[in-house]
């Protein structure tokens, strides 16, 4: 069974502080995917990895893919409350077609003002 | 706005009853997902449609019964349903469902169900 484990499963930090949320498989994906979900709504895309070792930057959030595309992480830098949410991350792997995505078990970030 | 709709957004049901859940997207694409996000459990694809037509059912149980009359309407229908079925059910599209790579999946606000 394909799993992908994310770590912590929950964090609360004051705002302005850095986090890093982990994304671990055995599996090697084919792209990886990190979501953020808040209260009420569906997962909304962040960003999508493709290449091993990529690197992605959206504003305040540091996306990586680990080299050997198994795993990766996600870095937000001054946390802010409207960073509160599920993010989840999605891996893609090769099994006919369509890709089966594989999502991970969520991490929960409350940043308090 | 994501584009993609669902309704009703809550259901309380019986363990006899019959309902329908409802997707409708409104953004022109092909492909449709049924997702399953219970507590404490990753999210689990359950159904995909492509062109109408079902490319994968993951070994979903026939209580759910999903349909998709056109490339813009989902239903799942659900009918003798079970206590441990009780989750958020998620809708998703994609323009293109050949292969998930750089493909961006547009979520709705899902169906919060409660089966007694």
Redesign the interface.
Known sequence: TQLLEQSPQFLSIQEGENLTVYCNSSSVFSSLQWYRQEPGEGPVLLVTVVTGGEVKKLKRLTFQFGDARKDSSLHITAAQPGDTGLYLCAGAIRSGTPDKLIFGTGTRLQVFP | E?G?TQTPRHLVMGMTNKKSLKCEQHLGHN?MYWYKQSAK?????MF?Y?FKEQ??NNSVPSRFSPECPNSSHLFLHLHTLQPEDSALY???SSQA??????E???????TRLLVL
Request: proline share 7%; hydrophobic share 45%.
């Open positions: 994501t993609v492909a459990k990753p999210l689990e694809l995909v492509n490319t994968e998620l809708c998703a469902i050949a292969g998930l790579l750089g961006t999946q547009y979520f709705g606000p899902g």
